[in-house]
């Protein structure tokens, strides 16, 4: 199993250059076609205090800046990309978020930015792209231009969603150095320690070497970033957890904790 097609996410208010090298990369480690893609909207008519509301010709102003930011980002992508990898370009006005959720149908893989802003308009819902496209969403640190991911700790629970992240993220577990399996649980309970264990057969079935950890106490975000930090793990696999509540995303709590967590890279999973 490799990564043939990757979509690479290029945020219109974030340097182009670190993400589209990091593209570059795992496009020439796996063989994949790289998709540059990047997307901004025009906020829609928004009434003021004093009952006004954006005329349409700044909402014109408002498109043509997009389109011009766009155009650089593609002048950037196309300049960065070499000959010898196959890619292509695309762009639009629209949500960024929903733009990357109907591309996603044509890649293994979404890396984007794990920089989030507050502006819908012009940043991914990192959570939202990670539960609604049903493709594995490669989160990368703040600013990185490579992923080695020789040390990957996979964080399992028994569930659909952490099933889903391993075999997802077999083309990187079958290149990495160590691949450590972790479970935090707070219960003394063998059938943990089974499911720890049918995971590593699953992967030496793979040609992967893995080893287990079993780490006591309550399911924590940080507790898991602390033990990823101890053995130098620059990629965290996981599930995604969370369901819609009304219009928003409720997020598990370690979930949340990776998603907001930028100084490490997160390949997730639902």
Known sequence: MSYKSIILNLGVDAPAAPIVKLGVELAERFGAHLIGLAAADVPPLVATGDGMVYEGEIMQIQRTEIEKR??????????????????????????PTRFLSVSARAADLIVTSGEEGENVYRTVDIGSLALGTGRPVLITASNVEHIMAKTVLVAWKDTREARRALTDALPFLAKATEVVIVTIDSDRDDSIRDSLADVAVFLEHHGIT????????????????????????????????GHSRLREWAFGGVTRTLIEESSINRLMSY
Request: one cysteine or more; aromatic letters at 6%.
């Open 70 to 95: 766009l155009a650089e980002l593609r002048a950037e992508f196309e300049r960065l990309v070499p000959a010898s990898i196959s890619s292509e370009w695309g762009q639009e006005v629209c949500s």
């Open 210 to 241: 893995a080893r287990t950890e079993l780490i006591r106490g309550e399911a924590d975000g940080d507790r898991l970033l602390t033990f990823a930090r101890s053995i130098h793990a620059d990629l965290i696999v996981s599930g995604a957890y």
